[in-house]
């Protein structure tokens, strides 16, 4: 028989995300623009463990009901890194947990008030420390069903290489290495489709850009491996024309 359970947290336990964050941001802040009793139920089989795949496809079709335009963008940015990974050598292993970790990099913005997150004007410092949760709470999503090495990429995709960025701590290479991947990933997609507050740019402007925060922003060795992919426009499809999940295993 089915019932459902939510994949937030431990078996024994149900918190809504917002008090998860909560309790991890203790800091005498208040105010936090969460969306209420945020949970992921899916079904599972009584006494029995729920296959990661099921649960993996399930946190997918969420993020495609309550922004798709985050699902389309991790759909790309999982193109991309596929190919980057590929590029560098990466074991088959390490390349699938790129592939998971890529598909679920922002899946945390669904916790994020959409007022904040689809703002077109600049964010108050306040606002982006909102936007920012979105790695943790993604990662803590993901530790539930992924494990820590998949969620460790999503908590530091937006960990700059030279220690800026969201800075959890880590600096080089000390970041994970699939975090690393996904940052250019991320970038350049991010910068080749409009966004809220601002407008698309070219490939070509996005490359050079990413070509220019090698060592400071962007692992170096990554951003050369970016360069030869670009060079051998295997990237053609990664676009928004290729919309499809990659490897999206079925709910
Ligand atoms: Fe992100």
Not at 127 to 155: P, S, T
Not at 209 to 236: H, S, W, Y
């Amino acid at each position: 028989m089915l019932k459902q359970a939510s994949i937030l947290l431990t078996a024994k336990q149900s918190l809504p995300l917002r008090q998860l964050l909560w309790t991890e941001h203790q800091g005498g802040q208040t105010g936090y623009h969460f969306l209420q009793s945020l949970t992921i139920d899916i079904p599972v089989a009584d006494g029995s463990a729920v296959p990661w795949h099921m649960r993996i496809g399930y946190m997918l079709s969420m993020l495609k009901s309550v922004d798709d335009d985050t699902a389309r963008h991790c759909q790309r940015v999982a193109n991309i890194t596929l190919a980057l990974g590929t590029e560098l050598g990466l074991p088959t292993g390490e390349i699938e947990c790129l592939r998971w970790g890529s598909l679920l990099h922002d899946i945390g913005k669904i916790a994020i008030d959409p007022q904040i997150k689809n703002k077109p004007g600049k964010l108050t410092p306040e606002e982006y420390g909102y936007i920012k949760l979105h790695a943790l709470a993604g990662a803590q999503m993901a530790r539930q069903v992924m494990g820590d090495k998949v969620a460790e990429m999503i908590k530091h995709h937006h960990d700059h290489y030279d220690g800026s960025g969201y800075n959890q701590n880590v600096v080089g290479e000390d970041i994970p290495l699939g975090a690393r991947i996904m940052a250019v990933a991320d970038a350049f997609d991010a910068m080749v489709f409009d966004r809220p507050y601002r407008f698309a740019i070219t490939r070509e402007e996005a490359e050079e850009e990413i070509r220019q925060c090698a060592n400071t922003q962007f692992d170096p060795k990554v951003v050369k491996g970016f360069i030869n992919i670009m060079r051998q426009d295997a990237l053609a499809g990664a676009g928004e024309a290729k919309n499809t999940m990659v490897g999206m295993p079925a709910p």
